[in-house]
């Protein structure tokens, strides 16, 4: 044990990077901003599932042409949102059609003004999770009624990373996800949006899951945002999270976090390799507009 979390050989996993872009731009600039995420060594280029932003669904099969190696995915879909049927057949397909690079993110969603928005009904977090299980479910068993395994060239099926914070999203993660994403926040009243967790909330929630695996943690991935790089240089004076909360926190603190990255390139890069021994964490995202930083962070690693 270290830190209350138990240490397994999962520290020797290699790390992945993934990005998520999110800016709607027009088909040459989304080309180009995918394609350079590619030559800086993102393993997984992933999008969003927010109104008022571009289609998840579409924006990924684009990003499949544009692009040769990085993986795709979502970060994450609101599953709410969709008949989960109709949602695994569409994945299966864009799975297909990109050579089996699709690494589907499910959430159950967490933002009532984003139901609000699109004339559906927040319910509560229990009838959400229900249905984020119901998708995962018809995501597995609809790729194995679709795929056969005997064709030339058929892929093995996508896998799928389950995103939250609570108890219920977790457990369903450590039963049946091959990621699970940590959110890095803190808890709230649900509806109210999202805020970043401190270090004992996050650490909280990583033991949550490792007790939950048991030896199942050496076939599954974990996840974290990365939500800030601070590289020299960067003000951090007043450092606010990705949803504007001012973060009161002493320059050391935020070095702490595991979803917050401080110092050189080299620093980071040691942060991330401490976090991987201490957490177990091998899998890390960054937003869009961190993109550009954390790639010397991954040039630092690699």
């Not at 960067?234 to 909360?245: F, G, L, M, R």
């Not at 990255?261 to 201490?278: D, I, M, S, V």
């Amino acid at each position: 044990m270290r830190g209350g979390v138990p240490v397994t050989d999962v520290h020797d996993r290699p790390f992945r990077f993934g990005v998520c872009l999110f800016t709607p731009v027009s088909r040459k600039e989304w080309v180009e901003k995918v394609r350079l995420a590619e030559e800086l060594g993102f393993d997984i280029v992933s999008v969003s599932d927010h109104l008022g932003m571009p289609a998840p669904l579409p924006t990924l099969v684009l990003a499949a042409e544009a692009t040769e190696r990085v993986r795709i995915g979502t970060l994450v879909l609101n599953t709410t949102f969709y008949q989960p049927a109709v949602l695994a057949r569409d994945i299966e397909t864009i799975h297909r059609y990109s050579g089996g690079r699709v690494e589907v993110g499910l959430g159950a969603g967490y933002d009532r003004k984003q139901f609000d928005a699109a004339g559906l009904p927040w319910v509560g977090a229990a009838e959400r999770v229900a249905h984020l299980e119901e998708t995962v479910g018809r995501l597995k068993s609809g790729y194995a009624d679709a795929a056969h395994p005997s064709e030339a060239g058929q892929p093995s099926p996508p896998r799928i990373m389950i995103a939250g914070r609570g108890d219920r999203v977790l457990r369903l993660a450590a039963r049946d996800a091959d990621i699970i994403a940590f959110t890095g926040t803190a808890r709230v009243r649900d509806g109210e949006g999202l805020r970043l967790g401190n270090l004992a909330e996050i650490t909280d929630r990583v033991r949550f899951v490792h007790d939950l695996l048991g030896e199942r943690i050496h076939e599954v991935e974990l996840n974290i945002p990365i939500h800030r790089v601070l590289l020299p240089g960067t003000d951090d004076a007043a450092v606010s999270d990705v949803w504007q909360n001012t973060l009161d926190l002493e320059p050391e603190e935020l070095s702490e976090l595991p979803s917050l990255l401080r110092g050189t390139p080299e620093e980071c890069a040691e942060q991330l390799r401490a976090r991987r021994k201490r957490f177990g964490i091998t899998y890390f995202s960054v937003l869009e507009p961190e993109m550009m930083a954390f790639s010397k962070v991954i040039e630092a690693l690699r």
